[in-house]
């Protein structure tokens, strides 16, 4: 049900009323000059803040009142002057800070973390499982300033894409929550992270979904990993229109630019490229007989086995949990000698092995300093160095690993040196992926832009309905009672007919498909010069409602 616009006068004339009662209090003698109250604003150092909890209908509303309180000398304060101060600061608030609120749309940001700008040992401790992306939506989205959230976190990066009411606001509360929720403090938080607003942060997603922000250019596991994130967001409260509506179109561009520019031939996920450092670290004519051990055989280590396969390995050993999924991956991969082992045989595998993969779930490392250095020596064959590639996170092997000399472990961030091959026909395949991204994202604008629009309708329509049943109801009552049930449905036929055909012409150019900026800028003029012409106070109403989510979020 809409709420009125005196809801909302209400609510300010609280506030002012509970101003002017602090203002008081603070000096006897002191009048307090009309107060600068900001809802969900941006709060300044120099100012007091107070919260005031006010009710209606059972619900708490939870506004951050700020006030800057000015002393004058020889002010007499009385009760007429304090009514008229307060009416004008009400006043005041109409005009100013709740108007530029309301008209201020919600921006899209990004709060991430990637290999680009974080260190493995910092990723790993932001890392969400997928289990827990429905609570981390939950409980970004009962801050204060956040609408809509969404998390992706792989093993590359971790990134939380938010609708906020304001920015700054909004980035300080999702850092810190961030914090509380890893350990690590805001400051090294802030120093590592990178921030994208509304069209560079739409740019990022989409560069993301295609490939190109990947270690690996192209590479087709992270459009998996956004679709998971669609998937996984699908009825959860919190992954709201704007943030669903984000993802969708970044699968959209994800395949659209692999499918036009075939970006992803000769590229390589995550486990292709931990196969390829592997064999450049090992000697060339090594590289059938090395003895391979890959601990893990989910999705990730799946994969390195079928690239493993793929570059000539024909015999590997597999430790894993179960063996379940180790004789599937044997019944997929026909040619080659894949040995199960339980985890218990792990150490006793790993003696054996010249290279070891590891891609588990395991929040502890398997493989730390101790766990090595009593390891036999590997042969001269293959270089005399042990080779550990984890492409975990949380990692599975420790970098104190790298202090013996008969050992090397490289973790996901080491696959940088892998991607340098082909550089010149990747960048070329990017520029043409940045066409249809650059594209695909002033559509996306324009769609969002559209949906400015929407309580522009609803208000016309419900204005519409409510003329029409009252001149119907008026119409209905001169005819009389014993009209014939056939000739009341005919006549409140008749009138819908009349409002449709009139609202046809309005509704359409309160429409816009988004594939042109003209057409989009039309539009948006249209709905000002309705809400005009016709009082619809809808930037009221869009205030409205974003209290009312931010308290039916508190309440539940």
Request: glycine share 6%.
């Amino acid at each position: 049900m809409a709420v009125s616009s005196a809801f909302v006068g209400a609510k300010l004339e609280a506030l002012m009323v509970s101003n002017t009662a602090s203002s008081s209090a603070v000096s006897a003698s002191a009048s307090a000059s009309p107060a600068q109250v900001g809802l969900f604003c941006k709060p300044v150092a120099t100012r007091a803040k107070r919260v005031a909890l006010m009710r209606r209908n059972s619900g708490i509303i939870r506004a951050e009142v700020q006030t800057e309180i000015v002393d004058h000398a020889n002010a007499a304060s009385s009760s007429a002057s304090a009514s008229t101060s307060s009416l004008s600061a009400l006043e005041q608030l109409k005009a100013s800070g709740a108007d530029r609120y309301t008209k201020e749309k919600s921006s899209i940001v990004v709060i991430g973390l990637s290999i680009h700008s974080a260190p493995v040992e910092m990723r790993e401790k932001l890392a969400i499982p997928e289990a827990e992306w429905p609570r981390a939506i939950g409980e970004l989205c009962g801050l204060n300033h956040i609408e809509e959230a969404a998390v992706l976190s792989t093993c590359n990066r971790m990134e939380i894409y938010v609708v906020a009411l304001s920015r700054h606001r909004g980035v300080k509360e999702v850092t810190e929550w961030m914090s509380k929720t890893s350990g690590i403090p805001v400051s090294e938080i802030c120093e590592h992270r990178f921030l994208l607003y509304d069209k560079d942060a739409t740019q990022h997603i989409f560069e993301v979904s295609a490939g190109l922000d990947s270690l690996v250019l192209g590479e087709g596991q992270i459009l998996a990993q956004v679709k998971q994130v669609v998937k996984v967001g699908q009825g959860v409260l919190g992954f709201g229109r704007n943030i669903s509506g984000l993802f969708k179109h970044a699968i959209t561009v994800g395949k659209r630019v692999r499918t036009e520019t075939n970006i992803a031939s000769g590229a390589v996920s995550v486990s292709s490229a931990a196969v390829e450092l592997a064999l450049m670290k090992l000697p060339e004519s090594s590289h059938s007989t090395a003895r391979m051990l890959v601990i893990g055989a989910g999705k990730m280590g799946k994969l390195v086995i079928k690239h493993l396969a793929a570059k000539g390995c024909t015999k590997m050993v597999v430790v894993n949990r179960t063996e379940e999924r180790v004789s599937a991956i044997r019944e997929d991969i026909k040619d080659v000698e894949i040995i199960y082992k339980p985890l218990t045989e792990m150490q006793n595998c790993s003696a054996e092995a010249d290279v070891i993969f590891t891609s588990t779930a395991s929040e502890i490392p398997l493989f730390l300093k101790e766990h090595v250095v009593d390891l036999p020596p590997v042969g001269p064959t293959v270089g005399g160095v042990r080779l550990f590639v984890d492409i975990s996170v949380p990692r599975n092997v420790g970098s104190c690993v790298n202090e013996l000399e008969n050992a090397r472990v490289y973790n996901v961030d080491d696959l940088k040196e892998v991607v340098a091959a082909n550089k010149e026909d990747r960048l070329r395949k990017a520029m043409e992926a940045q066409t249809i991204i650059a594209e695909e994202s002033n559509q996306f604008e324009a769609w969002r832009d559209s949906l400015e629009t929407v309580p522009t309708i609803k208000k016309l329509r419900a204005y519409a309905e409510r003329i029409r049943a009252a001149e119907l109801d008026k119409c209905l009552s001169k005819m009389g009672e014993d009209i014939p049930k056939k000739t009341r449905k005919a006549v409140d036929d008749l009138s819908r007919g009349i409002v449709n055909k009139l609202l046809h012409g309005p509704m359409q150019h309160l429409r816009c498909d988004g594939s042109d900026s003209r057409t989009l800028s039309e539009t948006l003029e249209n709905m000002h010069a309705l809400n005009r012409m016709f009082s619809l106070e809808t930037e009221i109403s869009v205030l409205e409602q974003k209290i009312r989510a931010k308290v039916e979020q508190t309440q539940t």
